[in-house]
């Protein structure tokens, strides 16, 4: 008999039949080979899960920085628009802790009528020292809300790295307390790690796309 008329005789069950029939001959095959079941099932056994292109990371440093900061200096006058105050300024600082070097911000804020802020920062750490590597460091903050007993609150982000913190990824909460002599202190926490290569996308905002060693 054939081997079109043997598989018409079966029905339907015919090609799951011999699809059966097939894995039981290749999955034995595979292993005494060394090429293993993952094969043929990634994902069957962890750490070979597949979700396309992925960025190892290593492991997670917690973030524990302190800034002091200049007065601001102005960088144009302040404008008043609809009782909204615009400002554009910068400060000189120095970083301590997990971050460590000296820092210039370069500020844009508006504060409307009811005392709340919106506030765009970029921070510029040069030369910036992190786990006994160092580089150049550029982070973004962005915040909003109300500026209460002299205190504001945002969200930090690595935007680029230099030298050896090129593949620097981090992110977390930064705190802002405004002083009485108009320097500002700073408080960062979050979390870092050093990455195959940078991507802020990934790194920032998404880390559970990226699968960890």
Known sequence: ????????????EGPRLIRMAYLAILVPTLLVSGIGIGYLFPGLIPGQIDLGETKDIGTEIN????????????????????????????RTGMLTGTFS????????VLIDSEGRFSALIFDFCDLCTVDGKSGMLL??????????????EANWSIVAGTGELTNLCGEGTFKAT???????SRAYDGSL???DSFDEEICNGARA?????
Do not use: C, Y
């Open 1 to 12: 008999m054939s081997l079109e008329k043997k598989v018409g005789s079966l029905g339907r």
């Open 63 to 90: 973030v524990e920085t302190v800034g002091t900061h200049s007065a601001l200096i102005p960088e144009i006058d302040a404008i008043m628009l609809d009782n909204n105050l615009i400002d554009r300024h910068s």
């Open 101 to 108: 070097g000296p820092v210039t911000s370069i500020e844009q």
């Open 139 to 152: 982070f973004r903050i962005v915040g909003r809300g109300p500026v209460a007993a002299g205190v504001a």
């Open 178 to 184: 405004f002083n009485p002599d108009e320097t500002v």
């Open 193 to 195: 790690k050093f990455v």
């Open 209 to 213: 796309s990226i699968i960890t060693r």
